[in-house]
Nanobody, 127 residues
């Protein structure tokens, strides 16, 4: 089992950058497939990126080149670096964890694949 707490959201202007953090607790964190999702009002929850226990990463096509997922295993923290933000990035951002081979299948981008979720952190970008 793992508990997740996001932080780092906030308000900023178009073109700015932000780094989100997700603090994880629980001994099994390092075996988890970790991912970032976001959800804008009225929209489905959207997968952004994932990182596997072996450190390999994958990204949604829509965010490739602008977002970077990383993790600090020593501090049990997941990160999402976001650059060149626009109002289209306005959303609640969530980290999630799953176990098994989710990371190595197309299912990594499905919210149904993840059992553990943080409470979310809001990102607001103004033009």
């Amino acid at each position: 089992q793992v508990q997740l707490v996001e932080s780092g959201g906030g308000s900023l202007q178009t073109g700015g950058s932000l780094r989100l953090s997700c603090a994880a607790s629980g001994d099994s964190y390092r075996r988890a497939c970790m991912a970032w999702f976001r959800q804008a009002p009225g929209n489905e929850r959207e997968a952004l990126a994932r990182i596997a226990p072996d450190g390999s990463t994958a990204y949604a096509d829509s965010v490739k080149g602008r977002l970077t997922i990383s993790q600090d295993n020593a501090n049990n923290t997941l990160y999402l670096q976001m650059n060149n933000l626009t109002p289209e990035d306005n959303a609640e951002y969530y980290c999630a964890a799953a176990y098994g081979y989710i990371c190595y299948s197309v299912s990594w981008s499905s919210q149904a694949s993840y059992r553990y979720w943080g409470q979310g952190t809001q990102v607001t970008v103004s033009s």
